[in-house]
């Protein structure tokens, strides 16, 4: 135990400057502050919540080092990779390194140069390791995968049963059991085993909302698979299959169809089980076909959607397989292919167990996945209920068996408009510009290439920007079009993009949900700056022999293209830019920005704080508070800048900001209520990134001054419910 509480600054200030965050998820404080305590803890914590942050951050501000045992070679890799990046002294060792690498490991911790060592179980308890570690100070045990321990989970590994040795070596050291399955049952045998009846238990929910359920009957099962993958072939996914022999015929199929698949089982060399990892994780490798040998311990985040083409054996099973989609929070989807020829296989498998407990339990698995399967009940309220979680209510559909089908609309008009401008422009562009064009935009770039000149250009003006980004999305993701990462995500029309544009094809599209629509305003998204940074981001991942997430999530990157930080200030208040990684890889992210920028016109989001984050004000400057003074006294513009001998531009842009600080204004005393509302919506029309297009849209009577406080206006809250309702599907 620290003889001293770490205070809540430093565990905040660690947070951030080195994990990139400035705040917690749910328990994670709690659970933190506990281990920092020295107080055993029991945490029960799904995929995706954030349950490695709970014993990495204490390691770093506890007196001695932390050792996390984990089965899964892959996660202590994984773990160890993107800690490295982050600047921690972490380190794991296992079979897969050879004895030179494990001797020079083994001699940092005994030097006591690490402060994070992940080791397997079968290992740790070797009396040869033991008495290593018990010649540092060892502060903590975090015991991950803890439902392993138990024979009542759905992995039970008897390695893990000897390590409550563990308790009587090391009678200083704290422990932590950690999870993301285990009934009730499971925990308590959970905590017996490790001796944790005194910890302090954290249990979260097993609810995964952006997760969406479906079980499709198995007959035709591969075309089914194939029009579900045809939509996403630039997205992660997992496929598995009971059989080895199965995955490599699935893969194999899905190669000779235009897939990027590859096949994973315990029966191929260790050697191409590892490339074959490596290659999914880096992206080279899209789907990955697979025994359940494959997933344990893989920290990729942005996995798209997860395929059970077998049944599986338990809903414990399922549950922890499928939840290795959506790691990152983005929707994402689990479907399970059923038929009842799969129950009956796995019962003689069942039979032909030699314990009669171990059959008993099998069986009452097996029965309960397929009651799961068969149900027409909610999807998530019956999974949640398994692990005697209840489901209060979610407002929208979360599974195959609640979806109310979608209205569809025909937007084969813009849709052939889109496809055009991509062939018109030798699809040499990305989705960007091809909007640019369609929407009429006088940028640089558009009128030294000449596309103002094209006769698609301008002849999408009559919907927004978000409209576009919308449509090219669901275009990209149904089929008719694709990006090309090697030229810069350039447009391609595909196949079935050519019959819409010469055979006549309709384009049916479901109308975006509120969830759904890409948000407008100073936070929209720009597509074509967040591929730009994938791309950035894949080609340094290579450089380094990264995985692209360890550089930086999906998340962070769509939150530069939202905000558009041009500095590195700027740059670490996004979620998941710590020190670190701003001074390693920052100025490449940045220098795009900033060329963005230049090349597009769009203006960086004024007084820039992260979307999500508390208010972050640096205050006015004291010439900004000088005007602010003057017009609180009941000057005009006009007025304060011939006093302060200033432009009135200059005056508009103070008081400008003194709105985004969060300075009550009298507006009316700035901008009438009649060009208040109309400049509100040609905001919600055409974006507020640059103020260019909106003053093109408004036409003459307006000035940038003015278009620039409301939208300032608008974008801080001030405006009562009649004036922003144009907003009303806006972030906050």
Not at 612 to 640: C, H, K, W, Y
Request: glycine share 8%; hydrophobic share 40%; net charge neutral.
């Amino acid at each position: 135990m620290p003889a001293d509480p770490v205070p809540d600054s430093q565990v905040l200030d660690t947070l951030k400057s080195t994990f990139g965050f400035t705040s917690f998820r749910p328990l994670q404080a709690d659970i933190i502050r506990s281990v920092l305590g020295g107080q055993d803890v029991f945490v029960l914590m799904p995929t995706g919540g954030g349950k490695s942050l709970c014993y990495q951050l204490p390691a770093l501000l506890l007196d001695g080092m932390t050792v996390v045992v984990s089965p899964l070679i892959a996660l202590m890799k994984d773990q160890v990779d993107a800690l490295q990046a982050l600047g921690v002294k972490a380190t794991f060792i296992n079979s897969s390194l050879d004895p030179a690498e494990t001797n020079r490991r083994l001699a940092a911790v005994a030097r006591r140069a690490v402060k994070l060592l992940y080791v397997a179980p079968e290992r740790l308890v070797t009396a040869s390791f033991l008495q290593l570690l018990s010649s540092v100070r060892v502060a903590f045990f975090a015991i991950d995968e803890a439902h392993c321990i138990s024979e009542w989970g759905h992995d039970f590994r008897p390695e893990y049963r000897l390590l409550n040795r563990l308790r009587e070596a090391f009678p200083d050291a704290s422990f932590g059991a950690f999870t993301a399955t285990a009934t009730r049952r499971v925990q308590a045998d959970i905590k017996a085993q490790l001796s944790l009846q005194k910890a302090a238990s954290f249990l979260g929910s097993y609810n995964r909302a952006n997760l969406f359920y479906e079980v499709r009957p198995k007959s035709s099962a591969y075309r089914q698979l194939v029009g579900y993958l045809n939509g996403r072939r630039q997205a992660s996914g997992i496929i598995y299959c009971q059989a080895r022999a199965e995955t490599e015929r699935l893969s194999e199929r899905l190669r000779s169809d235009g897939f990027n698949a590859a096949a994973y089982h315990a029966g191929l060399e260790n050697d191409e089980r590892r490339q074959r990892q490596e290659a999914f994780k880096k992206d080279n490798v899209r789907i990955m076909v697979a025994t359940i040998a494959f997933g344990l311990g893989i920290d990729k985040p942005d996995v798209r959607f997860v395929v059970h083409y077998d049944l599986p054996k338990s809903l414990e099973g399922y549950y922890q397989e499928g939840g290795r989609a959506g790691r990152d929070g983005d929707p994402s989807d689990c479907i399970l292919f059923y038929s009842y020829g799969d129950l009956i296989k796995y019962r003689r498998f069942i039979d032909e167990k030699p314990s009669e407990k171990e059959r008993e339990i099998a069986h009452q698995q097996l029965r309960q996945m397929a009651d799961w399967a068969r149900s027409t009940e909610c999807r998530r309220r019956s999974l949640l209920a398994y692990f005697d979680e209840t489901l209060e209510g979610h407002p929208h559909p979360c599974c195959d068996n609640c979806r109310m089908p979608s209205k569809e609309l025909d937007y084969t008009e813009p849709a052939k408009m889109l496809l055009s401008c991509a062939k018109r422009t030798g699809e040499q562009f990305g989705t960007g510009h091809l909007i640019d064009v369609l929407r009429g935009s006088r940028s640089q770039r558009v009128l030294s290439l000449g596309h103002d000149r094209l006769t698609v250009y301008g002849i999408g003006r009559g919907r927004s920007r978000t409209e576009w980004e919308f449509i090219v999305r669901e275009l990209l993701r149904r089929g008719y079009a694709r990006q090309r990462e090697e030229e810069f995500n350039a447009l391609k029309v595909t196949e079935m993009g050519g019959a819409v544009l010469f055979k006549g094809q309709q384009v049916l599209l479901a109308a975006p949900s509120e969830d759904e629509a890409l948000p407008t305003g100073p936070a929209a998204l720009r597509l074509d700056l967040f591929e730009e940074l994938r791309a950035i981001r894949k080609n340094l991942a290579d450089d380094l022999s990264l995985p692209p997430y360890v550089i930086f999530h999906d998340k962070t990157l769509r939150q530069m293209a939202e905000t558009l930080p041009t500095s590195r200030a700027q740059l670490l208040r996004i979620e998941g830019v710590g020190q670190q990684k701003a001074m390693s890889y920052g100025n490449l992210f940045l220098d795009a920005i900033v060329e963005y920028v230049r090349r597009t016109g769009a203006e960086p989001t004024p007084m820039f704080k992260p979307v999500g984050a508390p208010s972050r004000r640096v205050g006015l400057t004291p010439t900004m508070r000088q005007t602010l003074d003057r017009f609180n006294e009941g000057q005009t513009p006009a007025e304060i800048a011939a006093g302060r001998g200033l432009a009135l531009s200059t005056i508009e842009g103070h008081l400008a900001e003194a709105l985004e600080e969060g300075e009550p204004l009298a507006i009316e005393r700035l901008v009438s209520e009649d060009k208040v509302r109309t400049i509100g919506l040609a905001i919600a029309e055409v974006g507020a990134d640059a103020l260019k297009p909106i003053i093109e849209h408004l036409g003459e009577g307006y000035t940038y001054g003015e278009v620039r406080i409301v939208r300032a206006f608008l974008n801080q809250g001030q405006a009562r419910p009649d004036q922003t309702q144009v907003y009303a599907k806006s972030p906050a």
